[in-house]
């Protein structure tokens, strides 16, 4: 029987058990490195980094985790949390404007396919849309799991959803259905 | 089928598996050493309260005078005797070692 987040928790608390954290890394490390490779704009080597960061904060503060989240909503906040400490480092946390989003779509290049398109439109939303739309959408958290994650009220997650959504609607009009 | 339906589906599929390719050994490489566990200082509360014990049951019994007629009486029994309790005491060990390490075994595996 496969053992779950919170039974391998359990023993990484009790134990001190590295093995079991080493499974939950293997759980998670897909969904996290996709994450934080959405959040830093496809910088593999940095939401590599951070991901690896956010996994070690995670062991060393497990004792935090109380249970009354999901084991990876929990995680998914310290990613963002490294994330946003690394951004703020980088003064990279002001979001795009819609005059930049304007001018960085040259609807002139001919674009591979829908995926190229909806990555692009993705890297241009500001930051607190794009992470939105990423864990509600992308991720599957619910509105309040995103709003724990993020550390805002939950109406403004669902705002920055809907507006998110609405730009890429914008963005992405030749693909959608008709 | 409406937009949502096809954003949410194009967005999901635009997150791939990615594979650990030794992330996830990294990962541990990183970790902290485990935590030391109080072994030593459970060994010696251990000790402590069996050394206690001893002396308390010593004073009760009178200066364990009850000591020395068992040894009066294991003396005093057929060689025989003496050898299957010897044995018995022993396998019981054995067994109870055995278990302890089979089920330790298997919670490690699991």
């Known amino acids: ?178 | 089928m409406n937009q949502e339906d096809w954003l949410d589906r194009e967005l999901r599929e635009a997150a791939p598996y990615i594979d650990d390719e030794g992330f996830t050994a990294r990962v541990l490489q990183q970790l902290p050493p485990p935590r030391r566990r109080h072994d030593l200082l459970r060994a010696v509360i251990l000790l402590g309260m069996a050394f206690l014990a001893s002396v308390l049951a010593y004073v009760v019994s009178g200066g364990g005078r009850f000591v020395s007629v068992t040894f009066d009486r294991l003396a005093a029994l057929p060689a025989l005797w003496v050898f299957a309790l010897a044995l018995t005491s022993g396998l019981v060990i054995a067994a109870a070692g055995a278990t302890a390490a089979v089920s330790r075994s298997r919670a490690s595996l699991t």
């Open chain 1, 1 to 178: 029987m496969e053992l779950t987040d919170a039974d391998l928790v359990a023993r990484v608390l009790v134990d001190d058990d590295q093995h079991a954290f080493g499974e939950l890394v293997r759980r998670h490390q897909s969904s996290l490195r996709g994450l934080l490779r959405q959040l830093t704009r496809t910088d593999v080597a940095l939401a590599d980094d951070l991901a690896q960061q956010a996994f070690l904060r995670a062991y060393k503060n497990i004792r935090s985790f109380r249970g009354e989240a999901r084991f990876s909503t929990w995680l998914y906040r310290i990613a963002y949390n490294c994330f946003r400490e690394n951004a703020r480092r980088r003064k990279e946390l002001v979001g795009i404007d819609e005059e930049q989003l304007q001018t960085q779509h040259d609807p002139q290049v001919a674009d591979p396919g829908l995926r190229h398109d909806l990555m692009r439109a993705l890297n241009l939303l500001p930051l607190n849309e794009r992470s939105a739309i990423l864990l509600c959408c992308q991720n599957g958290l619910s509105h309040d799991e995103a709003a724990r994650v993020l550390d805002i009220p939950l109406g403004t997650v669902k705002t920055n959803v809907l507006r998110g959504r609405e730009k890429l609607k914008r963005m992405l009009a030749d693909w959608g259905p008709n």
